[in-house]
Nanobody, 114 residues
Framework: VQLVESGGGEVQPGGSLRLSCAASGFTFSSYSMSWYRQAPGKERELVATILVAGGSTNYLDSVKGRFTISRDNAKNTVYLQMNSLKPEDTAVYYC????????WGRGTQVIVSS
């Protein structure tokens, strides 16, 4: 069972990044998936969730309208498109099952700085 996040990097405010999370070892299409983030010195927080069958999505208030979560069940991958990035979005981003979470992957670092 594995979750591997990728796509992070350093961008200027207002920039965009697309994060990917490749899942393996479980029936991906049967699980709601989420993105979380942890900023230095802060607790990990839930950023976005996409329910089973690519249906409903939910977002942290501070990212609504800027971030979009999506999934490709054929590729066992969940994505997070991040637009209009702000310095406060700087964090390590992780994916996991929303319910019945697995062990955390290494995450992918996002730095938003001018």
């Amino acid at each position: 069972v594995q979750l591997v996040e990728s796509g992070g990097g350093e961008v200027q405010p207002g920039g965009s990044l697309r994060l990917s999370c490749a899942a393996s070892g479980f029936t991906f299409s049967s699980y709601s998936m989420s993105w979380y983030r942890q900023a230095p010195g802060k607790e990990r927080e839930l950023v976005a969730t996409i329910l089973v069958a690519g249906g409903s999505t939910n977002y942290l208030d501070s990212v609504k309208g800027r971030f979009t979560i999506s999934r490709d069940n054929a590729k066992n991958t969940v994505y997070l498109q991040m637009n209009s990035l702000k310095p406060e979005d700087t964090a390590v981003y992780y994916c996991n099952r929303r319910f019945g979470p697995l062990g955390w992957g290494r995450g992918t670092q996002v730095i938003v700085s001018s």
